[in-house]
């Protein structure tokens, strides 16, 4: 089985708890069965990305980016390689932009989906990110490392995301987190 077909078989196995999600499910899965040889970054109309979640060890912090092209806080996340499944660019992603190295897969499965637009920025034309989730852990105590992504990188509480996030998609994995613990 091809990395495209391992993808869309995890795709498939999620089950979406609100309306939203299903919705999106479809949308992936229409978008992987209309692009099967053309669904990373090299699409220009849209492509899949991986997001990590990261909640620390005790489970009451999560890890959050002020993103620097999009200037909101999010999770950390990107688009994928080729050769890449959800759980290696999921933390590829998030080493790369956090510098931390006790990042760790919380469960082997899809936490999330999401499908956003991103505006045109630079050279590049708005076009649209079809976000596959990872639940992710690492020690809050390790050093951070922004990268050029970020004007900045920060574990909050998780009774005060809602003080930095007003995106839909931030908050429903913040409801699912609580709900886990």
Same mark, same amino acid.
């Given at each position: 089985?091809?990395? /495209? !077909? %391992?993808?869309?078989?995890?795709?498939? =196995?999620? %089950?979406?708890? $609100?309306?939203?999600?299903k919705k999106y499910k479809r949308q992936i899965i229409n978008f992987l069965a209309n692009n099967e040889d053309d669904y990373l970054r090299t699409n220009s109309k849209g492509h899949l990305t991986a997001? *990590? &979640?990261?909640? +620390?060890?005790? #489970?009451? =912090?999560?890890? @959050? /980016?002020?993103?620097q092209a999009l200037d909101k806080w999010i999770q950390l996340g #990107?688009?994928?390689e080729e050769g890449e499944l959800i759980e290696e660019a999921a933390l590829r992603e998030a080493a790369e932009e $956090?510098?931390?190295? $006790? @990042?760790?897969?919380?469960?082997? %499965?899809?936490?999330?989906l999401d499908v956003h637009k991103i505006p045109a920025v630079k %050279?590049? *034309?708005?076009?649209? /990110?079809?976000d596959l989730r990872v639940l992710? !852990? *690492?020690d809050a105590g390790e050093e951070l490392e922004k990268s050029s992504e970020s004007k +900045?990188? =920060? &574990?909050?509480?998780? +009774?005060r995301v809602d003080n930095y996030v007003d995106e839909e998609s931030v908050l429903r994995m913040l409801r699912k987190t609580k709900m886990k613990i």
């Open positions: 089985m091809d990395y /495209h !077909q %391992k993808i869309l078989e995890e795709i498939r =196995k999620y %089950k979406p708890n $609100s309306q939203a999600e997001s *990590a &979640w990261i909640v +620390n060890h005790q #489970g009451d =912090k999560i890890l @959050l /980016h002020h993103h #990107g688009h994928l $956090s510098g931390l190295n $006790s @990042l760790s897969v919380v469960e082997q %499965k899809i936490f999330d %050279k590049q *034309a708005e076009h649209f /990110h079809y992710l !852990q *690492a +900045n990188l =920060k &574990w909050i509480d998780l +009774n």
